[in-house]
């Protein structure tokens, strides 16, 4: 993403996430988290995945990052669409570059 910075703590336990003041991707994170935490079974889903994936891309960290995406798209299409944006069928991924 363009002007988007990604920092790490010290112990890797905190990824910080910083965009422009114009961006909109703050807005897709925020509503993504917010339906994770109002989504009891969106948000195991997600952990589930999270889990899978990283046991099987540990010494791969952007190949953990790509294939998040599917369940991400999937949850974000039904949040979009709970908020009457869209609707709740994702449209083709988008390929994403990793920091």
């Known amino acids: 993403m363009p002007r988007h910075r990604l920092l790490v703590g010290p112990a ?3 990824n ?3 965009w422009p003041q114009d961006a909109p991707e703050p807005i897709r994170h925020r509503l993504f988290r917010d339906w994770l935490r109002a989504h009891p079974a969106d948000r195991d ?7 899978r994936l ?22 974000l299409a039904r949040a979009f669409a709970a908020a009457g944006a869209v609707t709740a069928e994702p449209v ?3 390929p994403r570059r990793t920091p």
Do not use: C, E, G, M
């Not at 889903?45 to 889990?51: I, V």
């Not at 990283?54 to 949850?75: E, F, G, M, P, W």
């Open 12 to 14: 890797q336990d905190v």
């Open 16 to 18: 910080l996430h910083v």
């Open 45 to 51: 889903r997600y952990a589930t995945a999270k889990r």
């Open 54 to 75: 990283a046991r099987d891309t540990a010494d791969r960290a952007s190949d953990y990052s790509l294939a998040k995406n599917d369940v991400i798209d999937q949850i």
């Open 92 to 94: 083709a991924p988008v």
